[in-house]
Structures are given as C-alpha cells and as structure tokens.
C-alpha cells in the first residue's frame, strides 16, 4: 500500500499569514494527489487535484505543488473560514489512501 | 445541483448486517466511479470501496474485502454499500462520494455506523 506521510499534525497561524502543508507519499504516484479541506462537523471539500488544479469555486489562495514524492498545499493570506481540518490523498493506486491529516486553527 | 443522500445507518450488534444507499441527483450519475469513504470518531478518512461507471469492476480496501459489497443502480441513480459481519472497528461516520483519479469532488453528509452490544 502507498503511505501518506503528513506533516505538521497541527498547526496555528495568524490571519493574512501563508502555510504549507506537506505530504509525503511512498513511492511515486504520478502527481495523483488530491487535497481537502473539513470543518467540524461537516463533509470533506475537494481544494485541489492533480497535485496542483484547483477545483471549481475553491478560492485562489490555495495553491497546490509537488516536487518528486513531496507534495504541498499552501494557503495565502489565511482567513478565518480556513480553520479546519485538511487531508491529503493519492488517487494512484489502490487500496486509496489519504494522509493523518492537519488541524489548522487561525489565531 | 449536485446531491448525495446517505441513509441506512444506525446501531448494529456486532456480527450483524447493514445496508447503506446513497440517492444520487444534479448530475449524470452513471458518469461517474462512486466510492465510500469512513471516517471514526475523531479520526481521518479512509476509504472504503470504489465501483466502476457500470458496476463491472469494484474495489476494496483489505479489512472489508470478503465482508463488504459495494453496488450501484444507474436507473436509479443510486449507490449501496452491504455490511456483513460488521465489527467494532467499522464504527464510522460512512460518506458517498464521487470520482477518482481527479480526486472525490461530491460528498454526501455522511450517516453514522455503531457496532457495538
């Protein structure tokens, strides 16, 4: 099975700041990534896919990236809305796999 | 507008069945790979099962192979998941989801599996 390797579990930033979190798969998967974004209590939301296309009515500031295995979701200018949980996911291979996931709360 | 609409979820003993629909509309459903995809209390995602456009080709994940069954009806444009033998560890929020390689893009609200005595 591929592994996903999250990173940071969690993290804390400041509103108009820019993060990047981080996935690392196990072997390559070809830019098969998808990220997401869930909010307490709510169903997971499709941000990006093929690594770095931004799906329909996601805003701008999300960005995706890939280099080799290592791929990033960046987020600019953080807004409160962004506070929540974000999962990566290869869409390569199955058994599907998603990353441990990241809880991003905006101070 | 596109909607997904789990149902079927409850409290179940373990041992026991269950079954999970998903009615799908706002879009052509048979267009579409579907999926299922868990998420346990305060944990992450994982998926579940995955089904072809036609129902031809499906997939699993290990822990669920032999004891699951994902299926679909185009006619009615609907996605079902059969649940045998169901065990503790199957205690998850289940969502229906559509796509694959371009990632899932539709998400229904989920309905809660509880498998416990």
């Known amino acids: 099975d591929i592994q996903m390797t999250q990173s940071p579990a969690s993290l804390s930033a400041s509103l108009g700041e820019t993060v990047s979190i981080e996935c690392l798969a196990s072997?390559?998967?070809?830019?098969?990534l998808a990220w997401y974004q869930q909010k307490p209590g709510k169903s997971p939301q499709l941000l990006i896919y093929y690594a770095s296309s931004l799906q329909d009515g996601v805003p701008s500031r999300f960005s995706g990236s890939e280099s080799g295995t290592q791929y990033s979701l960046e987020i600019n200018s953080l807004q409160p809305e962004d506070e929540g949980d974000y999962f990566c996911q290869q869409s390569y291979k199955f058994p599907l796999t998603f990353g441990s996931g990241t809880k991003l709360e905006i101070k | 507008e596109v909607q997904l609409v789990e149902s079927g979820g409850g409290l179940v003993q373990p041992g026991r069945s269950l079954k999970l629909s998903c009615a799908a509309s706002g879009f052509t459903f048979s267009d579409y790979y579907m999926a299922w995809v868990r998420q346990a209390p305060t944990k992450g995602l994982e998926w579940v099962a995955s089904?072809?456009?036609?129902?031809?080709?499906?997939y699993y994940r290990d822990s669920v192979k032999g004891r699951f069954t994902i299926s679909r009806d185009n006619a009615k444009s609907s996605l079902y998941l059969q649940m045998d033998s169901l065990r503790s560890e199957d205690t998850a929020t289940y969502y229906c989801?559509?796509?694959?390689?371009?990632?899932?893009?539709?998400w229904g609200q989920g309905v809660m599996v509880t498998v416990s005595s």
């Open positions: 072997e390559d998967i070809y830019s098969n």
């Open positions: 089904i072809s456009y036609d129902g031809g080709s499906t």
């Open positions: 989801t559509t796509g694959l390689l371009k990632g899932f893009d539709y």
